[in-house]
């Protein structure tokens, strides 16, 4: 215990490399106290082993980001630093493991009342509410403003502070290489975390127009560390820069070829940082807004934008980004930029229609953020637009369904149902066989209580794709609603034929058990969702239910109490237990729930 409690101090204490490193990156440590986070436990260790060399107490907060999801990380949080950072086991809804959007917006909420440096660069989901600037070895993090998607750029007096810093550590960093090179284990620890550091500080550089700079740090990134990768790669683009003659790679070229040992772009990343490269940032974007990280996807092809002007497919994303991060008249400037492009070869008829319907949905959009505001006028002006756009469209591309896609989509989502009809009318015109507009057209059907019609394109939608969950589940939906429910139980039994996990049709099936006051038939439905997910809360409710209304009152209050747990401010639960109590006889616990 005591060895490994005290090895970072140890280690700190007789290897000259690294406490120079620790000391270095303790000395930019703010002076009134700050939150350190970290994603790495070992660099955390260090820099705290560096700050209690002299035995007195530090004013600096530790976050680990691994222990983070974790309760129990939250009780040693609490317990070590009262009052210092916001107690999330207080919240009502303190599930364990914590999700993203709630670390990330328990991140976000540190940097109002604290300054918070991170001690490496770091990449994720945390960094759709904040953002981090190199500053020397460390980043300075802050939240963004909303409707922000770049951070701002580092002012002359931080870029002038930080070279000065990596100026002072030259020195000390000369002779890391040749230690390295014989394996010594400080010496490979620094001279990676440097190579990073040096990278990040690179591409700060090189957004600034500093290329001769930035090349000088992607080439000692690369001297401290020969396997970084991104710095290699970051260092011959920026060559190509400095001859005046941008050269990315092919955008044909597998990207995996470039990760190495890494699997996959967080790892990569995290070990060598941040890419400054037309190709990488592109493949980047895309791979952020797979995963629905769209202000740091936009942060990417913003970046390919102004490397390669010419790039028209990372213009067209940077639209779609600003529109699925909500900001339409940033996505309709982009639109407005392609199309206005001086002597430019003409738009291939897939941007063309890309545009379109980019332009319309951002019209929409800003229609339904007026609507939400009350804007009644602004509304119905933007929704007009929209209309407009695809309409014109549609006259230039007759032929494209795609715009008529659009067009049937816009109509739908603002509840012009007869538009919406004639709109896929016209798309069946084009393809007949179109089994995604026929479920379309049914659901529209079924929402206008036109259950015939629904039902004649349900039937020609199964025969097309008899498998299809989609036309299965809204064949169910039609004949509950005729109260046709033998057939929607055999609509279900089919879903769970071709998907025997399928959780929306088991606990629809287990509802139709309790509608028909069928309860025992409930629970083997029931117990198979909550066998895949044990704190399912609807199909805990509905189990309660099943189990109170046929008297199994032990069984009832398991789950309801497990309700309380996981949804502690449903009322229904509380009106159970309720039940429950009056039951038994038990006045007292009634009036209590």
Known sequence: GLVVKNWPAIQVGRSSVLGEFAAQAAQQLPVPGAVLVSDEPHTLLLVEASLQRGGQPHPHVLLDTVSLPYHSYHRH???????????????????????????????????????????????????????RQPHGLLYRVKEFQTDDVEPPPLSPAEVEETRAFWEKLKPALAAVPEKARTKNPDALFVGRACSRALNSWGVALQQLGQVEEAGRCFAQAQELYADNVVAKLNGEFNQSLHRGQPQALPLDRAVETKFGQYRGWNPMLMANGPFDEPTMCFRLGQEYARNSLFRQAAQQFTRVQALTPDNIQAQVLLADMFLEGRVPDRALAVIAQVRNRENAPPLSLTNQLELVRL??????????????????????????????????????????ETVLDTLAQIYWSAEQLPKALAAMDQQLQLDPRNTRVLLNKAAVSIQTKDFDEASRQLDQALKLAPDNLQALFLEVSLHTQNKAFDKANASLDRIIELDPRNGQALLHKAALAIEAKAYDQAFAPLNKVLKVQPENWAALMNRAIANLQ???????????????????RLHAVYYGLGEIAVRRNRPSDAIAN
């Not at 119905?380 to 469209?393: Q, T, W």
């Not at 046929?550 to 502690?568: F, H, T």
Request: glycine content about 4%.
């Open 77 to 131: 949080l609490a317990k070590r630093y009262p009052q210092r950072v916001p107690d999330l086991l207080a919240q009502e809804d303190a599930r364990e493991p914590r999700d993203p959007g709630g670390l990330t917006q328990f991140l976000a909420s540190l940097t109002r009342t604290n300054t918070v440096v991170y001690l490496n660069p770091s990449f994720g989901y945390f960094f759709e509410t904040i953002y």
């Open 550 to 568: 046929s008297g199994q009152l032990e069984a009832a209050q398991r789950d309801y109490e497990k309700l309380k747990k996981i949804v502690p």
């Open 359 to 400: 332009e319309a949905l951002a019209h929409f959009s800003k229609s339904a953020f007026a609507k939400e505001a009350k804007e009644v006028a602004t509304a119905e002006k933007e929704l007009a637009r929209a209309e407009e756009v695809l309409l014109a469209a549609q006259k230039r591309f007759p032929q494209q």
